[in-house]
Each structure stands twice: as C-alpha cells, then as structure tokens.
C-alpha cells in the first residue's frame, strides 16, 4: 500500500519482484495432478474446488501457465492410454460397451478439470493461442484412444458389422450405437468422416449393388420397387435413430444410385411387368411408387416420361390406322376419349399432376390424331351422333362434361377447318330434319368452339339457327295470310336458308308433282311479297315428305320419305307400273340421286313400298317399278329415306378435301398481303414462318402451297423479288 | 498507224469494220478500253457525240421497204424481206437482239416508232450498216449483263399481246434458242420435264428465275438450296433431276 497524497492518486505496482518459492510450482501442481489421478479414478468427491481453482488461478498469475498445460496435457494422455488398453483388453461385443462407458467417464472428468481449469483456459490459452481444455480433452481421446492402432480398424469393423447385421435383419443396440456415432461427431466432423461416414458409405454401396443384382434376378418391377422403397425408408429412419443428420442426403443417394440409377433401363423396360405393363393395367400404386423413387435420381423422370410417350404414342397410332376400329367413327372418338381418360387419371393419380407429364400427353394425342386425316370428320360425327340422340336423358352438367372432353380432342385437330366444314354439314342436317336432342345443348357446344376458335368459326352456325327460329315465323305469317287458302291440299313447311351460311350443295331442282308446286308458289309469292331483292331457290335434295298411303288391303300407313322419293311416288297415283327411264324423265332428278332413292324405296325389306323388277339390288336402265300393293309393316308410320349423317364414300370424301384446299388459297394469300405491307419486306422463309403461324389455329399450311400463292402473288403485281438478292420480297403498294 | 504494234493494228482495223468509224475514233476507243475490243465499242457505242449520224429520209426509205402495204407496221413479211437483204435467217438469235435494241413489243412485227427509233439508236441508215453492224450485235449476246437483259425481254417480246404468261411451246423454243449462245447443259432436260409434268404457261417470274438457277448452280446440284426461295417449278425440277437419276446431289 502507498501512502495516500491528496493531489496524485497513484496505485503503484510492486517496486521489486516477489520472489516466489521455487518449489512453490512444482508443489501447486502436484496438487492439481493429484486432482486428476482421483478424477479419473472416480474419487472426486472428497476434492474441494475451491482449493483446486486456486491452486490453478495461482500457478498461471504466477507465470507457471505453461506448467500446468503441459503437466495436464502429460497426465491426461497416462490416463487415456491407460483406459485405452482396458478397452483393448475388452471382449468381443463389449469392446463397445467399454468405450461407450470411458468415454462418459472422460467427459465428466474433462467437465471438471475445465472448471478447476478455467482461469487458465480464460487467459493463459488464450493469449498464447494454446488448444482450450475441452478441446484439447478431446484431441487426446481422439489421438489416444479413436486412433490407436488397436482400437481404430475394430471400431469401425465392429459399427459396420452393426449396420450389416440391422440390414439383414437382427436387432442391434440402437441406444450404444448413437452414442458411438454421437461421440465420432462430437470428436469433430472430420473424425467422424473419416473414421466412420466415408467407410460406411463405401460398404454400404457395395450391399446394396449386390443386393440390387440380386433382387433384379429374381423380382419383377413392382416387387422390386418394393423393396427398394423399404430399403431406403430403413435408411432414412437410420440415420434418424444413431446416425448424424447430415449422413441422410449421402445414403440415400448410395441407396438411390444403387438400387435404382443402375437399374432404370432394365426396370422400365421389364417384360410383363415394367412400366409399360403398368400402364396397361392402370396399377397405380405401382406407377406412383415408381415416380417418386424415379424422380430422386437424375434423368430417372424424363426415362418414365419418354417410355410412356413412345408406348402412348403407338397405341395411339394403332386406334387411328387399324381399319378394324375406323369402322365407326363414333367408336373411333369413344376410344380416343378413353384413352385420354386412361391417361388423365394415371397422371392425376400416380404421377402427382406433373405438368411435363401433362404436356407429353397432349403432343402425344396431337401426333396420332393427325396422323389419321378422317379425324376431323370423324369427331364432328361423334358429336352429331351425341347431339342426335346420344345425350337424351343425360342430365345438364353431363353433358357439359361430355362436350368438354370432346374439345379436348378438337384442340389437338391441326385441320380445324376440315371439322369446320364436316360440323356444318351435320349441323345443318339434324337441323332440317328437326332431330337435334336439344337446342341448348346445341348452343353449348358452339359457345365452346367459340371460345376456342374464336367469333369467325361460329359466326356462320349462328346464322343456321337464327336462320331456323326465322323460318318459324314466317310460316306462321304465311299461313295467317290469304295465300295459304288451299282446303285439303297438302300442308308445306318452309326453312328458308341463307345461301352463305348453310353447306353448298350442287341443287338440280326435280318436277314437283303439280300440288306441291302449286303451293311451294304461292309461297314464294308471299315471301317475296315481304321480302324484296331476294331470290329463293327450291333445294329440293334437301327435303323431307310425310305421305299418307293406302295399301291393296285397305291398310294405310304414314310415310316419311324425302322430296325426291316423294315425287318417285306420286307418279304412282296415276299409272301401277313405271320403268326407271320413265321415272328419270318424269322427275328429272340427278341419276345418282335418283338410283339411291329407288333403291331405299324397292330393296329394303320392311319399307319397299315399291316393287322392282328384276329382284335384283343394282338399278338398270330397264327396271320396272310397281306399287308395292301387298306392303305391310307394324308400324303405321313407316319411315324411309335416310337424312342422318354419315361417314362419307371416298370421292365424297376427295370433294370435301378438295374443297378445302380451295378454301385454303385464299386465306393463306390474305395471311401473305397481311404480313407483307406491314413488313414492306422479306425473306421467303420468314414469310412462310409468319404465315404458319398465322394460321396454325385453323390449319397447318404446306410450305409448297405457300410458295405457289407467293409466286401467284407476284404475277398479280401484289410482290416482287428484290433486284439484288433474290430470296428477299418486296411489297408493292 | 505506224506507230502501233501489229496485233494492235489488226484491232484497229477490226474495230473500223465493224463500227464503221474513223481510224481516230478507232484508236480513241481501243486506247480507253485497254486494247481490249469490246470495251472498246462499248466506249464507242456509249459516247453520244461520236455516234454517227443517220439520214432520216434513208431511214424512211428503209421503213416504207418492209412496212406492211395495210398496216402502219411492219410485219412478218416484211420482216422476212428485212432478213433476206440483211442475209442472215430469220431465226437467227441476232433478230432477237435487234429487237431488244428497238425495245420491240412483241416478236414478229415492228412499229414505226421502234423500227425507226432503234435504227437511228444504233447509228444504222443503210443495208450495208445494218449488215455490218450483226457481228457486234451477236458479240452483245456474249456480255453476262447485256445477255440477262436480253433474256429478260425475250419473255415480255415473245409472249401473246395481253396475256401474262408466255405459252409453253414458245417458251421452249425461246429457251433453245438463248442456251445455245450460253451453253447450258441441262436445258434439255428442262424442256423435257416442263413438257411432261408442267404442261402450262410459264410465268414472268419462273422465266427470270431460270436464268439465275443456270447460271448459280452447279450441274450436280450440290449448291441447290431447297430454302432458296426458287419458283416452286424448279424445285419440282430438282425433284425430277433426282428421282430419274440425271443427277446424283448432294457429293461429287
């Protein structure tokens, strides 16, 4: 102590150096030293911390800290090779036991020489950037006892073994094993790496390739899929039980690549019970489980998806060309349907909805349904079959749910316009003959084109029924008026259509027998009496009769017959027997027309209400033709004629595609001038380009056609050829 | 003219009787184009005030020979009578380029107006001119830029009044004609396909395409460019090329 002066408050440190007792150290710390001997032999109690911290708190302030770190550093390394020996010394299975219980015995020591310690590991470690006493504690265990030459190869031998044993079945002490494991990890992460983790994943590799050969030998797909999902779940509650965390993204990835990786190939492609097989058979457990174990590995997804698309797309090759199944459209489209359905709850069900499954679907269906080039047809007779009598009874949301997946099919038609053209033809026949199932689901099904396709494609089909509901009413004005004053002659129902609007058929008008054309006049008077500038012209293919027939018995019978067939019979009125050149002259209806009706009204058992000889089906210029007076049928109203839609012959078929390609010309050249004078200029291959994709929501244009319109385009003045490089052209104004 | 070497002479000369122009003039324009000849009348031709001057009453005289009796034209007759003094045949390429000269509209008969209009251009107003100047004429059908404008007024001067495209049997002969001055080897084959598969007339943009097809590709049809933005009748000759073997493309 220094004497106090009032002004300078001044502590001085000790003017000379207290000399300490030399042996003053070497006795503190055999003080401590004994300290540790009766830790390590679990003698600690009869210890006073007190005494021990500052006995050590002395010894560093009295610079003796490299003293006391050397001497623990020495004592602790005696006692771990001791306990490393006893642990040698131990016996098969306990050898883990041993270690486990040293090396509890060692924390706890370790926990308590740090407390007496902690001074020096504060400051004297501190400053002289020695390893702290925790640390340290555990460098010696690692050193001494993890790596002894001993102990290290029969640990890992004995954990793996372990592992082997749990994998083929036993049961192994979970509990010892976390604590082997939790004891490696808590030696440092490199420890445990290398002394356990890398090991382990090699052995474990090599388990699994072997047990993967194995089971590919003798499993089929699903049964093997099976077990390498249980394999990997082991793994993972593994980990979870006495392994680090971290390990779990490396086994399973061991697992994965093993088990399944090296074995894709030969899995999807597994006769009767790879993936194709599974499709086949709707299994979906088995295809989810082989989705999710797919998709862990690296192109294991795209293996599913390309297998699926090329076995999609054959089968639907197969629906399309096999001529078996193009028999009838309406089962053509049914298939189709069906597979789509197939396919959509596959996805739904095993395939989690993935979108790229998805998406190979649908340009899978786009592939094959255009590869056959009757599709539009047949789709639109799908839906002309349905719109007739396929939807009654079926309640309204059904109905949607039908016409949508129908749409489903019509987005992936490349030639709308060839549907187009095959929808208004139908249309228009279950309209003119009143055989539609309902007018809204009618409506329905042109607001979803409309939606698809957009106010063009419907705008004509609109015109059709307002053209219908028009017509009601004027046949109500007609016969309100004075012109319809006609007694008992025959009742006339008019549809006036738009020329435009309707399907373009050829007409060759037919002699109507005088009464009809005696009122079909007086209409057309009455009509063009409210109805100025306009032209009407009888399509007398078109229509439909209902003649009342009394047979030779007396029986009489309704006929419902078309206006040719109509004019065929009335002929019969006056003369019993006529020849077909004599019929021909009479009604002057087209040959081939007129061939078909003598047939449905001669040769079809059950309405030949015409007799024909020779008995014979085809039609010879000198057939002869009688009233059939010995006609009978159940039914009194007998209908003949058929007005329903078919799937056309094969040169009706060349006239509608003809007709088509002629459609096409011109949209395609407006499509070229469109693009031209807001381009002014171009290269042939961008226009051809623009042009495809200008059109491709109604129709895949043909590079050639595109070209010829272009050099049409040109000799009309619309184009030319740059003069210096010849693929560019020029817009002329 | 002794002051020039032989060969140069011998040019000169040439050079006078074939442009019936003065020595001067002769070795003016052989100088400017580098003793080259037809440089050398392309100068000569190009200069306006060396042009020799025509007499329009030789001119009328030479119209009034060959115009028809009728017509205020001269047509086929007196065409012939034209070929005959000139003595060469009438289908002779040499009168297609007489005609491109005159900018004729259409073959076999001449306007006053082109009749006339051309000779004076061409600084003609005799027979013996006129004859004198058919070897420079022909030697025209040899420049590659001279030719490609000729071939083009082929097409407008041999087709029908009024009509857009030239008929096919024309169209063939006009093609034998022009690729025997520049020899094209596959011009056959082409007059054969057109006749076999195309069987119409030939379009203005077809018939200048053609050209540019013979001169740019190779007989092997290696550097066919199927993008190439050609007329669609070419492509389908390519086709036909290969499909009957005439041509193997693609490698030498």
New interface residues.
Partial sequence: MSAQKKRNFKIEAFKHRVELDPNYAERTWKVLEHAIHEIYNHNASGLSFEELYRNAYNMVLHKYGEKLYTGLVNTMTGHLKEIARSIEAAQGDFFLEELNVKWGDHNKALQMIRDILMYMDRTFVHSSHKTPVHELGLNIWRDNIIHSSKIQTRLLDMLLDLIHRERTGEVINRGLMRNITKMLMDLGSSVYQEDFEKPFLEVSASFYSVESQQLIECCDCGEYLRKAERRLSEEIERVSHYLDVKSEVKITSVVEGEMIANHMQRLVHMENSGLVSMLVDDKYEDLSRMYNLFRRVPNGLSTIKDVMNSHLRETGKQLVSDPEKLKDPVDFVQNLLNEKDKYDKIISKAFNNDKTFQNALNSSFEYFINLNNRSPEFISLYVDDKLRKGLKGVSEEDVEVVLDKVMMLFRYLQEKDVFEKYYKQHLAKRLLSGKSVSDDTERSMIVKLKTECGYQFTSKLEGMFTDMKTSVDTMQGFYASQYSEIGDGPTLAVQVLTTGSWPTQPNAPCNLPAEIHVICEKFRTYYLGTHTGRRLTWQTNMGTADIKATFGMGQKHELNVSTYQMCILMLFNSVDRLTYGEIEQATEIPPSDLKRCLQSLACVKGKNVLRKEPMSKDIAEDDAFYFNDKFTSKFIKVKIGTVAAQKESEPEKQETRQRVEEDRKPQIEAAIVRIMKSRRVL???TIVTEVTSQLQSRFLPNP?VI??RI?SL??REFLE?DKAD??L?RYLA | MHKLGRGHRDKVQQFMAITGSSEKAAVQALKASDWHLEGAFDIFYSQPHIRTVTDSRHLEELYNRYKDPYVDMILVDGITLLCNDLQVDPQDIVMLVVSWHMKAATMCEFSRQEFIGGLQYLGIDTIEKFRDKLSYMRSELKDEQKFREIYNFAFGWAKEKGQKSLALDTAIGMWQLLFAERHWPLVDHWCQFLQVRHNKAISRDTWSQLLEFAKTVDLQLSNYDEEGAWPYLIDEFVEYLTENGIVQRGQN
Wanted: aromatic letters at 8%.
């Fill in positions: 290269d042939h291959n050639v070209k010829k050099e040109i000799e050829r010849r693929k052209y």
